[in-house]
């Protein structure tokens, strides 16, 4: 059973900064591409950033362009972090980190697997 592992959520001002990170429990997942989605009350489950299994590549979601970086793990990349600067209170969401077999798949949504997502709390 795989499992994706998130962690450093938690409540900040607006313009500060935080980083979540994401362990995957098998390194098989390391050919894999991952990334994170958000999804806020009322609101469906929308992407964030993802990057690709080899080359690094990264996409983002128009909201978060130029706020946040998500990296990968260039040792074992069975690791993501996400980065988030200039945070807003509309950032406010539960994050889920999510892996699927490319980058287009993920962003798509054919996600293969979820992690059971972190609270980021922006006040204003």
């Known amino acids: 059973q795989v499992q994706l592992v998130e962690s450093g959520g938690g409540l900040v001002q607006a313009g500060s900064s935080l980083r979540v990170s994401c362990a995957a429990s098998?390194?098989?997942?390391?050919?894999?591409?991952m990334g994170w989605f958000r999804q806020a009350p009322g609101k469906e489950r929308e992407f964030v950033a993802g990057?690709?299994?080899?080359?690094?590549?990264?996409?983002y979601g128009d909201s978060v362009k130029g706020r946040f970086t998500i990296s990968r793990d260039n040792t074992t990349r069975d690791t993501v972090y996400l980065q988030m600067n200039n945070l807003k209170p509309e950032d406010t969401a539960v994050y889920y980190c999510a892996s699927a077999m490319n980058i287009e798949r993920l962003i798509g949504g054919v996600v293969a697997f979820w992690g059971q997502g972190t609270q980021v709390t922006v006040s204003s």
């Open positions: 098998r390194r098989t997942l390391s050919t894999y591409a």
């Open positions: 990057v690709t299994r080899s080359d690094f590549v990264t996409r």
